[in-house]
């Protein structure tokens, strides 16, 4: 189809047509390719998913501060042009869907017809993400208090929350041991076939309380992608098209760079993970509410972010979540919302969340490990506690 052609308003709704991925190991496991060959492999491994060429992609989006760049990939994978490139600002998890939503801008409009959304990491062979970085954004504000880690800064969030709500450390255990269950029956999973239990996260050994080691998300090594287009060019490819009914970006005022940075968001905010407004003009944009979600991938960098996440996007009130996950609802196959069924970041792989995208992709194709029985609606969305995030909603594409 030309570029040019006109098309339908709902021929034009983007959609993702194909994914892929490299293996996932822990970090430092792989070092016989490059972050950058590893980015190359998966968005290979998409196109290939998409059953297009690498000649038609004409886009690529990214975030986090990538060290890989689009001209450097359109010269690798052999791009014939470069119609659109992109990567969102903020930090790490929380651009992951508003690079999707970047891809999904490009091709509605026109800019684009094919764009890869891609994230490497090789932390093994660059600088940790964990490891205290004296240029982060307000690094002098937060370091002389002790505050150099992300599991420091959260730790603060979740040890109030914990006084407020009366959040017990098996709560927080749920959110690790439903990830680790779903990663058993993952075979790409880091945590494949290793069982979890109770005991194990509670005696685990503490990080910054309430805080211990199954809580925090892991550091892997690996790379994924995915290939947005149109639904009017869709209909031609052999792979069946996940359309993406919203996807936003959303900082809060006043919020900055919240518990990952300074600690200076609004009182009445300090106990949210920055995304209840996020949550609201995602629904509206879909037309949707927390009622119609089948599936989520929530984004887990700390099991008690992911129950704060909850209450964010409307699926408890505010302080209630710890019992909602109490009550069985985040479990495959029974629970009325089933998360990161893939593992996630706890249990899968930690590549800033766009594993757990591909993960929403498979739900709705129906080819995920831990399918949820007709899932017509997932929700994925970026890291919380951190700003902007970002969040989408996939469906089928009519």
């Given at each position: ?41 998966a968005?290979m491994?998409?196109?290939?998913d998409a ?11 990214t ?33 992951t ?23 490497s ?49 098996s709560d ?19 945590f ?10 509670l ?39 996940v ?92 629970g009325?919302?089933?998360i ?19 993960e929403?992709?498979?739900q ?22 951190i ?12």
């Open positions: 189809m030309a570029i040019n052609q006109p098309i339908t308003p709902h021929a034009r709704r983007a959609c993702i047509v194909g994914i892929g991925q490299t293996e996932y190991r822990r970090w430092g496991g792989i070092t016989d390719r490059s972050e950058f060959q590893l980015a190359c492999q968005i491994a998409a196109a290939s059953g297009i060429a690498l000649t038609q992609l004409d886009g690529f989006a975030w986090a501060e990538p060290r890989i760049e689009a001209a450097t990939l359109q010269l690798a994978l052999g791009v014939p042009r470069l119609r659109y490139s992109s990567s969102v600002w903020g930090g790490r998890g929380g651009g869907c508003g690079a999707v939503a970047h891809a999904a801008l490009a091709v509605e409009s026109g800019r684009a017809s094919h764009v890869a959304v891609y994230r990491i090789a932390q093994g062979q660059s600088r940790r993400y964990g490891l205290f970085d004296p240029q982060r954004p307000l690094a002098n504000m937060t370091a002389p208090y002790g505050l150099v880690s992300a599991p420091q800064m959260i730790a603060l969030v979740l040890q109030r929350y914990a006084h407020c709500h009366e959040m017990q450390p927080m255990a749920e959110v690790a041991l439903v990830c680790r269950d779903n990663a058993s029956r993952n075979p790409h999973a880091i494949h076939n290793s069982p979890l239990t109770l005991e194990q996260c005696q685990a050994r503490p990080i910054a309380q309430p805080l211990r080691l199954y809580d925090c998300c892991m550091e892997s090594d690996g790379a994924c992608a995915l290939i947005v287009t149109t639904v009017e060019r869709a209909r031609d490819l052999g792979q069946t098209p359309e993406i009914l919203a996807a936003t970006e959303w900082g809060e005022g006043q919020w900055g760079y919240g518990p990952m940075g300074s600690h200076n968001m609004p009182a009445d905010r300090y106990l949210t993970g920055g995304q209840k407004d996020l949550a609201q003009e995602l629904y509206a944009m879909a037309g949707l509410t927390p009622a119609d979600v089948d599936v989520a991938q929530i984004y887990d960098h700390f099991s008690g972010m992911v129950l704060i996440a909850l209450e964010d996007f409307g699926f408890c009130d505010v302080g209630q979540s710890a019992a909602f996950a109490r009550a069985g609802n985040l479990r495959w196959p029974h009325s919302l089933p990161n069924t893939a593992g996630g970041c706890l249990a899968e792989a930690y590549v800033h969340g766009l594993n757990n995208v591909l929403g992709v498979r709705i194709r129906g080819e995920s490990t831990s399918q949820v029985a007709d899932a017509q609606i997932c929700l994925v969305t970026g890291g919380s506690a700003s902007p995030s970002s969040a989408m909603l996939l469906g089928t594409a009519a």
